[in-house]
């Protein structure tokens, strides 16, 4: 797997140049359920309305949560008031979403007892919070988790019950609901469905579940009764999401995405399916190409560079993370089988790799790199190939993999505060509009 250490920095001067859409909740507000935010993991909101491109430059830190050990790639859910995030000790955190009036948070509404290790992105769907873990059970080490999103009553709380995925942990592989059923993938390179009720015991087994021939740290991506799931075999797989009446079930079919999928989860647009892969990103007709294999309509790519991250989808173009910053290509590609980008997202200062999911919201495309620092862009072109990022944000840490969650008005996103003790270094910082 790629983790933390896969961060490098250096100096570089260049010319200036889930199951249904989120809804607002009771109180008016607006939730992020689960990671990239809705069920075709687009990464876009379009229902924030406060901060814009004219006003982002007054966002400032406003306050931090302290969790446990550093948050590696865990990124936030915020929903009814409530934000939920895990860190890499194990545990899933629930603060208050509009923090306790002080500039640190320490006391959490509630806690997870330690799971081994979360570096994935908790979901929230009807009053339950699902995360997937680790634990030191190697002949059943991943585990999905649910637990009541409003606590147990209590300052530490256990599963509501486990489900079992595999003899290997779930990495970055973010749980996600469609199809009536709970889907994760594990390293072992299966995919897993589970009731997304239970069983009535403290362990379930999976519905059904469908192999890869790599190990998968992608999320599952719902839509349309079709589950998609990259594998780092370097293959995107489409399997029917209702299973196929057998405990395991082979793939409806699957399309080569130039290499390994690493992190990269699917998002679906419009009758496409896009994915990235590290040099590479591909674009697929989601309902497949009646063949057992698919070719993919276009990729994308630019100069050998790295890329990062789940692709934002937004008004015909699509964001990923490079080496540097974003690049954006056109989502309809370009008339050839290799695409580049229309125009690269550059971040000034130092430079590192962006492993951060992008997030869009109100005209703006946010997303976090190793240099300790969340980047804020315009969606739209600048007039030149190579355009400056309008806002940066600072947190406590060099590595922040966490992607942003822009919601009310708000930029959630997990890292650390390498200054303090390893044991209380993870950090949700949230930034806002300052008063």
Request: hydrophobic share 40%.
């Amino acid at each position: 797997m790629r983790g933390r250490a896969c961060g490098f920095a250096f100096l570089l001067i260049l010319p200036l140049a889930l199951g249904t859409a989120p809804s607002a909740a009771a109180t008016g507000s607006v939730n992020w359920p689960q990671f990239r935010f809705n069920q075709n993991h687009t990464g876009v909101n379009t229902l924030e309305t406060t901060i814009n491109a004219s006003n982002i430059v007054l966002v400032t830190l406003d306050w931090a949560a302290q969790l446990g050990k550093l948050v590696d790639f865990s990124s936030p859910a915020v929903v009814n008031g409530v934000a939920y995030i895990g860190s890499d000790d194990g545990r899933l955190w629930a603060y208050p979403a509009d923090g306790c009036g002080q500039s640190l948070c320490t006391t959490p509404l509630w806690s997870s007892v330690s799971l081994a290790q979360i570096i994935d992105s908790p979901a929230v769907k009807n009053g339950v919070v699902y995360v997937g873990s680790q634990t030191s059970d190697t002949s059943a080490a991943g585990r999905l988790n649910a637990f009541s999103a409003s606590g147990c009553g209590q300052a530490v709380c256990s599963p509501l019950w486990q489900g079992l995925a595999g003899s290997k942990s779930i990495l970055q592989s973010s749980p996600t609901l469609g199809s009536g059923l709970l889907f994760v993938a594990a390293f072992d390179g299966r995919l897993y469905a589970f009731n997304a009720r239970g069983c009535g015991a403290a362990t379930c087994q999976p519905v059904w579940k469908g192999s890869t021939g790599g190990s998968i740290e992608s999320s599952p991506t719902v839509v349309g009764g079709v589950a998609y799931v990259g594998s780092d075999d370097g293959k995107l797989y489409a399997f029917n999401a209702a299973g196929c009446g057998a405990p395991t079930c082979p793939p409806l079919w699957t399309g080569s995405i130039g290499g390994p999928a690493f992190e990269s989860s699917p998002a679906v647009v419009k009758g496409v399916v896009y994915i990235g892969s590290d040099h590479f990103l591909a674009a697929f007709t989601a309902s497949g190409c009646g063949a057992s294999t698919c070719a993919p309509l276009w990729q994308g790519t630019h100069q050998d560079e790295f890329f990062g991250g789940s692709p934002a989808v937004f008004g015909g173009r699509l964001y990923i993370g490079l080496e540097n910053g974003l690049g954006v290509f056109a989502a309809g590609g370009c008339g050839q089988a290799v695409c580049g980008p229309l125009w690269l997202d550059f971040g000034s200062g130092a430079q590192a790799q962006v492993q951060s999911s992008p997030a869009v919201a109100n005209g703006l495309v946010y997303a976090a790199r190793n240099t300790g620092e969340v980047l804020a862009w315009r969606t739209g072109p600048c007039g030149g190939f190579v355009c400056s990022n309008i806002w940066s944000g600072a947190t406590g840490d060099p590595l922040v993999n966490s992607s942003p969650t822009v919601v009310n008005g708000k930029i959630y996103i997990g890292s650390a505060d390498d200054a303090v003790p390893e044991e209380v270094q993870g950090r949700l910082y949230v930034f806002d509009l300052s008063t």
